[in-house]
């Protein structure tokens, strides 16, 4: 069974950066795509960004392009979402979530959180104006 732990979610002023971290355990194969979704009160949920284990396939959303990157760890089973230049509306609770056995984050934004086969269990980020 695959578990990931998400940490770094905090509160932090317009402008500033967090760095999310996804941890994830239990993959049965070396090549995994993990992402990020983010919900705030009110509004659809939302995929932000994913990567694959070997850094090769990326997706960021344009809400996010050019402030968010994400950063593979392939060694560690881990994911990195670095947020800059955090806006208010950036607000929300987000949310890491994981699929084993794939290389490709060709269709993550067509997808829904509950596609995957993990996801954690979320971290908010606030971001103050």
């Known amino acids: 069974e695959v578990q990931l732990v998400e940490s770094g979610g905090g509160l932090v002023q317009a402008g500033g950066s967090l760095r999310l971290s996804c941890a994830a355990s239990?993959?049965?194969?070396?090549?995994?795509?993990i992402g990020w979704f983010r919900q705030a009160p009110g509004k659809e949920r939302e995929g932000v960004s994913c990567i694959s284990s070997n850094g090769g396939s990326t997706y960021v959303a344009d809400s996010v392009k050019g402030r968010f990157t994400m950063f593979s760890d392939n060694m560690r089973d881990t994911a990195y979402l670095r947020m800059n230049s955090l806006k208010p509306e950036d607000t929300a609770v987000y949310y890491c979530?994981?699929?084993?056995?794939?290389?490709?984050?060709?269709?993550?934004?067509?997808?829904?959180?509950?596609?995957?086969?993990?996801w954690g269990q979320g971290t908010q980020v606030t971001v103050s104006s």
């Open positions: 979530v994981a699929e084993n056995g794939l290389d490709s984050c060709t269709f993550f934004s067509k997808q829904d959180m509950t596609d995957f086969g993990a």
């Open positions: 239990g993959f049965t194969y070396d090549e995994w795509i």
